[in-house]
C-alpha cells in the first residue's frame, strides 16, 4: 500500500477508457444561469441544490490549503469528482482551488453535454498541452477500483452519494495518495435518527439507536464507517472538518488518509444517553459491559441508550479550520450571506466545537429549563454566564 503516495503521469495514465474517450467538439452556448463565488454554469437537466454551495465553500478552500502544504508542491494536484451532476464541483475545483487535472465522472451518460459545456468554460489545456479535464460515465466504485488498479492516485476525491451504501468509501481510498483528502457523504437521515438500525449496521458498522442529537450521531457515523475502513487496509484518518446541512438532509465529512494504522482507538467507541438526567458519556471497547449512568436511576436500565461503534474523538481539525477562514477573509468569502449564513459563522463555530474536552452531543436549552423548572434564558445570556464562571474557576485554578 506504501505505493498509494506515488506520483501520478497526466499525460501516462489519466485517461478513460477507449469507449469513453471524450470527443472535443464544440459544445452547446452555455446559459451561465448560475454562479458560485464568481464561477458561472449551467446545471441543465443535472440535479442540482444552490443551498449545498456552502459545502462546496469549503471542500475548495481545503483544497487548496492542501495543494499549498504537499511535501511536493510541483508535483500535479490532481482531484477526481466520483458523482459530478452537473459539474459544478469540478469546475470550481480547476477554477478555485487550482487543481491542475480534474476527473468529472457520473454515471448518467445523459448529462455529458451538460458537464462538457461548463469544463470548457476553463481552458483545455495547460501552455504544455496537458489537458486539465476528463469527463467519463461509469459506476464511482468501479470507476475509483480502475484507478487503483492502474496506480493512479489523486490528492482529493470527492464522493457526493445519495443514501448510506458506503462500499464506494474503501475504493476512494484506494484510489487517494498518502495525506490526501476524501470528501465523503451520507444522505442517510433514517439510520441517523435510529430507525435504520439494520441499514447502518451492514454500511457503517454501527447500530443507531435515537438520541437527541441525531445530525452530530450521523457525521460521526460517517466518520466512524470511514475510520474502520482506512484501518482495514493499514492506515488511520484524521478529519479536518464534518457538515451538517438541514437541506436534503446532508451529512459531509472531509477527512485525510494517514499513513500506519493507529493502535490508539480512543476515538473509536461507544456514545452512551441516559434518558433520566441527560447525559452523555462515551465509553471504549474495552469498557463493554460497564457502560452505566451515575444518576439516581442508574438501577434502571432501560433509561441507557447506547449508539456505536462511531467516531467518538473531534469533529473538525481546529488548525486546519483557522487556515480556511483565514483564506475565507482573503478571498472575500468569509462575510457574505450564502443562503443565510456566513463561513465566517459557520467556521467560528466549527473551532469552537472542535475542543478535544467537549464530550458528544449536548443538551438542549428548553431541556435544562424544563428539568430545572425555571423558565428558559436568552442563549446569550447562558453563555455569558458560563464563560463567566469558567474565568472565575480557571482564575482559582490558578491561584491556588
Known amino acids: 500500500m506504501a505505493s498509494a503516495s506515488a506520483a501520478v503521469s497526466i499525460n501516462r495514465t489519466l485517461s478513460p477508457p477507449s469507449p469513453l474517450q471524450p470527443s472535443w467538439r464544440s459544445p452547446q452556448p452555455l446559459r451561465c444561469t448560475h454562479s458560485e463565488r464568481g464561477v458561472s454554469f449551467d446545471p441543465g437537466s443535472a440535479f442540482y441544490r444552490s443551498d449545498s454551495a456552502l459545502g462546496r465553500d469549503l471542500a475548495v478552500l481545503a483544497a487548496t490549503l492542501h495543494r499549498q502544504s504537499r511535501p511536493d508542491p510541483s508535483s500535479p494536484f490532481l482531484c477526481l469528482d466520483a458523482m459530478c451532476g452537473s459539474g459544478v464541483r469540478a469546475l470550481r475545483y480547476l477554477a478555485q482551488a487550482g487543481a491542475d487535472f480534474v476527473w468529472a465522472n457520473d454515471a448518467s451518460d445523459a448529462l455529458r453535454p451538460v458537464v462538457v459545456a461548463n469544463l470548457s468554460r476553463l481552458h483545455l489545456s495547460h501552455g504544455d498541452g496537458q489537458r486539465r479535464w476528463v469527463v467519463s460515465h461509469l459506476d464511482a466504485t468501479r470507476l475509483l477500483a480502475e484507478r487503483y488498479l492502474r496506480r493512479e492516485y489523486f490528492d482529493v476525491i470527492d464522493v457526493d452519494s445519495f443514501g448510506s451504501e458506503a462500499e464506494y468509501i474503501r475504493a476512494a481510498f484506494l484510489s487517494l495518495k ?99 438526567c ?54 472575500g468569502w468569509a462575510y457574505t450571506s450564502e443562503n443565510g449564513t456566513t463561513l465566517q459563522k459557520l467556521l467560528d463555530t466549527m473551532i469552537e466545537e472542535s475542543d478535544p474536552q467537549l464530550p458528544p452531543g449536548y443538551i438542549r436549552l428548553d431541556e435544562i429549563a424544563s428539568r430545572a423548572k425555571v423558565n428558559s434564558p436568552p442563549l446569550g445570556t447562558l453563555i455569558n454566564s458560563l464563560r463567566k464562571v469558567f474565568n472565575y474557576l480557571l482564575h482559582q485554578c490558578m491561584i491556588n
Open 178 to 276: 498518502i495525506g490526501g483528502l476524501a470528501y465523503l457523504t451520507s444522505t442517510d437521515w433514517r439510520s441517523a435518527r435510529g430507525y435504520g438500525g439494520k441499514c447502518s449496521l451492514s454500511s457503517y458498522g454501527a447500530y443507531i439507536r435515537p438520541v437527541p442529537y441525531p445530525n452530530e450521531i450521523g457525521l460521526r457515523m460517517l466518520i466512524g464507517g470511514a475510520a474502520r475502513e482506512s484501518a482495514m487496509l493499514g492506515f488511520h484518518i484524521k478529519p479536518v472538518f464534518s457538515y451538517y446541512a438541514s437541506h436534503g438532509p446532508i451529512y459531509r465529512a472531509m477527512v485525510q488518509l494517514c499513513h500506519g494504522k493507529e493502535d490508539d482507538i480512543s476515538n473509536y467507541g461507544f456514545i452512551c444517553h441516559c434518558k433520566s
Open 278 to 331: 441527560g447525559q452523555t458519556q462515551t465509553f471504549g471497547f474495552d469498557e463493554l459491559g460497564q457502560i452505566s449512568c451515575g444518576c439516581a436511576d442508574r438501577a434502571d436500565a432501560t433509561s441507557i441508550t447506547v449508539v456505536g461503534p462511531l467516531w467518538t474523538g473531534s469533529l473538525h481539525d481546529a488548525s486546519s479550520i483557522t487556515e480556511m477562514l483565514n483564506l475565507a477573509v482573503e478571498w
